[in-house]
Nanobody
Framework: QLQLVESGGGLVQPGGSLKLSCAASGVTLDYYPVGWFRQAPGKEREGVSCINSRTSRIYYADSVKGRFTISRDNAKNTVYLQMNSLKPEDTAVYYC???????????????????WGQGTQVTVSS
């Protein structure tokens, strides 16, 4: 059974850093696209950063370019989201997602992903 578990969220001051983890079971993440999404209160879920199969293409939302980095650890079957220079507007529940269809594109819309984790809260506040 495919399962994604996010961790690493928390409360951080503006300018701080967090590293989110998305650990998978029941699927080999390296074979498939993986996305990080977030949803702030009262807002729609948005794609933050997505990586295609085999890590040849990466997408970043304009709002996080230069601050966030997505990466894989295939030995741990885990995808990470390193978040630096955090801003209050980064506050949201962060989700990882995957699909069991390969793609050469860094797909980054909700409809592309049928499998989701439970989410981890990130709060950026002084």
């Amino acid at each position: 059974q495919l399962q994604l578990v996010e961790s690493g969220g928390g409360l951080v001051q503006p300018g701080g850093s967090l590293k989110l983890s998305c650990a998978a079971s029941g699927v080999t993440l390296d074979y498939y696209p993986v996305g990080w999404f977030r949803q702030a209160p009262g807002k729609e879920r948005e794609g933050v950063s997505c990586i295609n199969s085999r890590t040849s293409r990466i997408y970043y939302a304009d709002s996080v370019k230069g601050r966030f980095t997505i990466s894989r650890d295939n030995a741990k079957n885990t995808v990470y989201l390193q978040m630096n220079s955090l801003k209050p507007e980064d506050t949201a529940v962060y989700y990882c997602a995957t699909r069991q269809i390969t793609s050469n594109q860094a797909l980054c819309t909700e409809a592309d992903y049928p499998y989701w984790g439970q989410g981890t809260q990130v709060t950026v506040s002084s």
